[in-house]
């Protein structure tokens, strides 16, 4: 009903700037056992050999590497902030799975061993720095994303960005296929963890409408973190609208 009314917010325009370079690949992956596709999104004007700092951009479900540019032309966003005056950064976009939800399932498959073993050791390879980093997704990837701080955590990650992260109290109100049981389903909270968030810049953003939003607001409740509950649903329109506003705070967290 929100929706009808035009309560939910408008959609995010994509900015009207030139995108950067891009460069996209795969590899085979033994963490995920699989090959894995990836994207490098640079700011306009940038260079792959100018060192920049790298944001990890974890998709949401059902999408890929190339969700971040197709649905949220990121790429074009991340050049709008850094005309505005953001520290300048790259966007690295990989495959981690339709429905893995960022974390080890049963199968094997491992998309933040993925991440942490073998894709930064790729971006490294492109000249990024990522000694340190920050990490950014939305829906599935914005619980990724929170995952990744909490669990690896500074001085690897310090800066994390949620849109609308799919959170969970109890596993029997989860998405099918989620996680693999109730132990998996504790062993990959991030409810209960404040400590571990302590030292990593957070900003979790989620709309008023959308099914995530109370667990957001409890979350938000236990950790320090920008952003807010604002107008908006689970969608790409809400996603793109809340984008510029978490490149400048992820730009400024990793470029400080």
């Known amino acids: 009903m929100h929706d009808v009314l035009g309560l939910t917010g408008d959609d995010g ?19 995920r056992r699989t090959t894995v596709g990836w994207t490098v999104m640079y700011p306009h004007g940038y ?9 990890l951009v974890l998709h949401g479900r059902g999408g890929d590497h190339s969700s971040a540019i197709n649905d949220l032309g990121a790429d074009r966003y ?18 981690g799975g339709a429905d893995t939800y960022w974390h080890r399932r049963a199968t094997g498959d491992d998309p933040q061993r993925m991440l942490t073993t073998e894709f930064l050791p790729l971006l490294a390879k492109l000249g990024l720095s990522t000694d340190r980093y920050g990490v950014l997704g939305w829906s599935m990837g914005g619980y990724g994303a929170l995952l990744l701080a909490a669990e690896v955590g500074p001085p690897k990650v310090i800066a994390a960005g949620a849109m609308s ?13 989620a996680y693999d049981g109730p132990e998996d389903f504790g062993q990959h909270q991030v409810f209960g963890r404040a400590a571990e968030f302590e030292e990593v810049a957070l900003r979790i953003d989620c709309g008023r409408d959308d099914p995530f939003a109370e667990a957001v607001r409890d979350l938000r409740d236990e950790v320090r973190a920008e952003g807010g509950v604002q107008a908006g649903a689970h969608t790409s329109g809400y996603w793109r609208r809340m984008l510029a506003d978490q490149l400048q705070f992820l730009g400024r967290e990793i470029g400080s």
């Open 47 to 55: 260079q792959p050999d100018a060192h920049l700092p790298v944001v």
């Open 165 to 177: 992260p799919a959170l969970w109290h109890e596993l029997a109100d989860s998405t099918a296929g």
């Open 78 to 95: 991340l050049t709008a902030a850094v005309r505005a005056g953001t520290p300048p950064f790259a966007l690295a976009a990989v495959d």
């Open 13 to 31: 325009v994509v900015p009207d700037v030139p995108a950067g370079q891009v460069e996209s690949g795969s590899f085979e992956s033994a963490a």
